[in-house]
């Protein structure tokens, strides 16, 4: 049973910065390509970053120099650390792992940032 379980969430302020975690079960993380994603109040949800297997990397434009994403093979953990978050940067963040043609989602975690 694959499960993905995100935390680090919480309330911000503009400027500051959160690490977020995803835990990972019941796939062979050595072998998934993963990413996050986050959904705004009344927006779709919509891709952060995604990290594949071999370690390349993608984000959306807006993210790029503020956010990274990370992955820690041994511990079968994926990370977002972000930094000199904004407003707009408040959602709700959800892992995601692509394994054997089916994606499969955590629950999210939601991050707020004050102004």
């Known amino acids: 049973q694959v499960q993905l379980v995100e935390s680090g969430g919480g309330l911000v302020q503009a400027g500051g910065s959160l690490r977020l975690s995803c835990t990972t079960s019941g796939i062979i993380f050595s072998y998934t390509n993963m990413g996050w994603y986050r959904q705004a109040p009344g927006k779709q949800r919509g891709l952060v970053a995604r990290i594949t297997s071999g370690g390349g990397i993608n984000y959306v434009d807006s993210m790029k120099g503020r956010f990274t994403i990370s992955r820690d093979t041994a511990k079968n953990m994926l990370y977002l650390q972000m930094n000199s978050l904004k407003p707009e940067d408040t959602a709700v963040y959800y892992c995601?792992?692509?394994?054997?043609?089916?994606?499969?989602w955590g629950r999210g975690t939601q991050v707020t940032v004050s102004s």
């Open positions: 995601a792992a692509d394994y054997r043609g089916v994606r499969y």
